[in-house]
């Protein structure tokens, strides 16, 4: 019996075959976003266990300097070989991008004395002794080769139109990532600086360990590197990365519900019937069961080939963004993995569960004579949004006992979480009240009449334009976030770099070019800073030291500090320290600090200052106290102040000519600034593509619902036709009616998603990154927003009725009697 009740129930899709293409595309398209997400994630991760390797060694230990942008003398490698150290190898780093602007990494290695250290011989084949003869081939795995569709001999282009090659494919399956290797040759003619960015060492003895460190000349440091290390450092970038996605999945499930629930109402006459007939309720919901896990099986299968084929498009701004926050490599071709998939598969079968629960509920409770009856569930829709409110209101609650509990990453968005689900099932409520109340105050009978049928067009659309709202909201509240984040970075950067040129010199030379520099023509001042890390047991130390100038003072961003707080700072025992530090540690203006020896106990806290660049502890001492603390330890900098903006580049010219510097340990504040907002937009790319994707899913789903229900109501539009409305007044009143809920819709939207923001900054990114800036808001790229969700709208409800109106009103009135 079970086989012809199904029969009968899907029989419903050839008559309405528009339904088929509207459920699949809400499940469709919700875990396609979500699998986009999963496999990003799963995939950075994996990529991160297999970054600890290289030629499938491990390299637990690294030698690197402890200044930036100074290199390893070559001959302190050859006396660490000599010394007995051969499972040491140097590295050089050099970053490039392609003529379709993709940054790539070519890493420069000893392939002789790789092969002497490789476990099992991996290294020792012949295609790493070609790296060595020229003209010097580079290795490239084989996904990397894939995503740039290389072949063997073949060249890459550069930005500046110069070739490297020709390519070597890895078909060892030894190299991971987006790093290509080739011999350190190369990397020196295309423009690395002398030395090595770094050592690589294998496993040693803890003799072998100290006597390395014993040899380290000064300026050097061995560090062990650790995969947990990196996993915990991207955590709150892949949660956020997260929160996202799920967000998308539920805008789509929305539209699954939507087009499920008005599925069910339009099978009431159908239904009724075969329950008069005998079939029992155990068979229609075993029969209905039956569509719905189809439903969720051809869903899943769907999603996956579109989720795989979103992350790959995205998964280029994702590395470029892990490697310039946190220097994690990660390959840039995803494969389909079961691991994610899996998930995906049960947040489908859980997300049609929640979707057809209730309507089937509702389905199969109602008496059988009301449903052979035409009367239509959808009629009493009010009172389902006034449980939805009542249900709102529990979440309301749940958000403000949220609050009170002390804050943090993953409670944030627990927070955001009860407000927006609070909030979107108050919004179908809201605005059919508001609909019904306008339909009995108005004079004009059109317009009355109007309002009566928008609110009772929410029966169908009332779903639809609560995801609508939830994914504008979304949308405002990133874009809100994102654009505060990047002008308080802006701003930071410009008061931070107030030096026109910073130098990093030898702390040999930094004297002699200080002295130099003041005696310039163009120069107005001067400015040292000395710098030293320090590991204690609340992780790792960062101390600077500052000068007593009011230029160094404006560069300092302070949030929150005593009176005279820079006559402290130079003429007391005190200390400024980052922001992060502070919520660490729990900090405040006015405390007392202790710190490691040498500097002792009892440092005032004389105030916090932002620090966007720094995710480690940080603090800043006067050139004084950092001076009778560290003497002659640490690296050094040298900021200079230019009475002429423009002879910047001149003066650059005559250091680096007079000093014989590396161009690297001279920077234009101009170009560090461009740099560094280049690497911010591409860190958001991501983000901002989720959020607009969710924003156009929920704009379909608007559109799909207001469609089928159109032809739902084929019976009143030929009726109003027969009654001397016009087609182009239906057209206009329909997509009038589509304007007026997302107008209302955006009226609720737009202060959630400004609390939304607010939320994330003060929470969530507090939490996560130990940051808090000030919000900004930004009305143009608001009403950019609104105006082509709106008008995209508008066009969505005059096509829907449009498309009704085609047809001759006799012939569509006799259809639908």
Known sequence: MLFPVAKALLGHYRRHPLQIFLVWLGLTLGVAL???????????????????????????????????????????????????????????TLHLATDDDIDISLVGIDPVALMQISSNNLASTVDMLALMHPPFPILVSQPLASYFGLDDGDSITLQNESKVGPVIIDKAQRLSGSRMFSDIALTKMLGHKAGFDIILCGEMSESQTERLERMLP?????????????????????????????????????????????????????????????????????????????????????????????????IPAVSNSLYSLYSADVDLLITWSWSWSYQSLWMAILGCILACGWPLYRLLSTEPIRLTARLSLARFAGKEFEVQAIVACVFCIAAYLMNLLPHSHENGF?????????????TPFMLWKLFDWLSYRLSSAKARWFFSDSAASLSYRGVAAMAFMLALSSNIGVETMVGSFRATTNNWLEQRLAADVYIQPSKASASRISYWLEKQPEVESVWRQWTIDYQTEYGRLEILSTGSTLGEKNALTMKVAIPEFWYSLHHERSVLISESMALKWNLKPGDSLDLPVPMGDNWKISGVYYDYGNPYNQLL??????????????????????????????????ILKKYRLPIEQVSDNNNIQTQAMRVFDRTFIVTGTLGNLTLVIAVFGLFFATLVGEVSRQRQTALLRCLGLSGKELVLLGGLQLLM??????????????????????????????WTMEINYFPVEYITTFSWTLLALTLAGAATVWRVTKRQAIVSLRESL
Not at 73 to 79: M, R, S, V, W
């Open 741 to 770: 809920i997302g107008l209302f819709t955006m009226l609720i939207a737009l202060p959630l998603g400004i609390v939304l923001s607010q939320l994330l900054i003060d929470i969530v990114m507090k939490y996560a990154f130990g």
């Open 34 to 92: 979500l699998v986009g997400v999963l496999a990003i994630n799963h995939h950075a991760k994996n990529s991160y266990s297999a970054g600890e390797k290289l030629f499938s060694n491990p390299f637990p230990n690294r030698i690197r300097a402890i200044q930036e942008n100074i290199s390893i003398p070559q001959a302190f490698y050859i006396n660490l070989r000599r010394a007995g150290y051969t499972s040491c190898m140097p590295i050089q």
């Open 621 to 654: 001492l006067s050139h004084h106290a950092w001076l009778k603390a560290f003497g002659g330890q640490g690296k050094t900098g040298i900021g200079v102040v230019l009475t002429d903006k423009e002879k910047r580049t001149e003066l650059i010219g005559r």
């Open 218 to 314: 000064r300026g050097l440091q061995l560090e062990t590197h650790k995969e947990s290390g990196l996993t915990a450092l991207t955590k709150a970038f892949h949660t956020n990365l997260l929160a996202m996605g799920m967000l998308s999945f539920v805008v789509g499930l929305f539209i699954f519900y939507q087009a499920m629930s008005l599925s069910f109402v339009q099978r009431q006459p159908l239904v009724g019937t075969l329950r008069q007939i005998g079939v029992s309720t155990k068979e229609l919901i075993l029969a209905m069961s039956l569509e719905v896990g189809l439903w969720a099986i051809i869903g899943w299968i769907s999603g996956n080939f579109f989720g795989l084929l979103l992350a790959n498009q995205l």
């Open 414 to 426: 627990m927070l955001i979480g009860f407000l927006m689900i609070s909030v979107g099932l108050l």
